[in-house]
């Protein structure tokens, strides 16, 4: 179940990817059940976000006949990782999609322009013959993630896909502004951004809840 709010954003609203979202927004939540819940999102989402996939047939031979069975159709699928959240939606759809090629992109914030500075960015060769999944848990403010899409972009990416866990409308602008090309799929659009550039009401910093740091 999901709502598409436009060409460019599509909510996915399945009554498990709700629950679970409400139980990592609790603050008392552990980092363990965090982590847990992350991952079991991740692959709730990845449901979605793959869900155009090409697909093309296959002669199989069933125990009673041949068929022309429906199966992925070419290079199929890079995941990319921005750093370090990305990597708590990264496991859970790896288990789905164990044959992904897998990226990561580092980018900080300069503390006087504030805007994102890369510090790694180790990318799949082949990204323009592959549907790129960019993960991260948290769209705020957007630059970092259009960023981030900039680099793909740059290494060929052509299909590029963005899930997250929450997302902002300012962050939601930026990238339809940045790139329209990149439909996003997440599992809740908040309310705002706070004057630290947290989501509100969020669940927090993701990075620190899932790897217990502060
Ligand atoms: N990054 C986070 O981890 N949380 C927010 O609320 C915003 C950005």
């Given at each position: 179940m999901s709502e598409q709010l436009s060409e460019h954003l599509t909510v996915v609203t399945h009554p498990l990817v709700q629950h679970k979202l409400t139980i990592m927004r609790?603050?008392?939540?552990s980092t363990a059940s965090f982590r847990q819940l992350l991952r079991e999102i991740s692959q709730l989402l990845a449901y979605e976000v793959t869900r155009e996939m090409a697909m093309t047939t296959k002669r199989i031979e069933t125990p009673l006949c041949e068929m022309d069975a429906p199966a992925l159709a070419g290079r199929k699928l890079a995941l990319v990782s921005i750093l370090r959240a990305g990597n708590g939606l990264l496991d859970g759809i790896l288990e789905l999609i164990p044959s992904a090629r897998v990226g990561f992109v580092g980018l900080y914030r300069d503390e006087e322009t504030l805007q994102p500075v890369q510090y790694y960015c180790k990318l799949p060769q082949?990204?323009?013959?592959r549907l790129v999944i960019a993960v991260d848990p948290m769209l705020a403010t957007g630059n970092s993630s259009a960023a981030a899409v900039d680099l793909l972009k740059a290494a060929g990416a052509r299909n590029i896909r963005f899930l997250c866990l929450l997302a902002a409308p300012e962050g939601v602008a930026r990238m339809k502004e940045a790139h329209p090309d990149v439909p996003i799929v997440t599992a809740a659009l908040d309310e705002r951004l706070n004057e630290k550039g947290y989501i509100v009401?969020?669940?927090?910093?993701a990075g620190d809840r899932m790897f217990g740091t502060r």
């Open positions: 609790d603050k008392d939540t082949d990204l323009g013959d009401p969020g669940l927090g910093d």
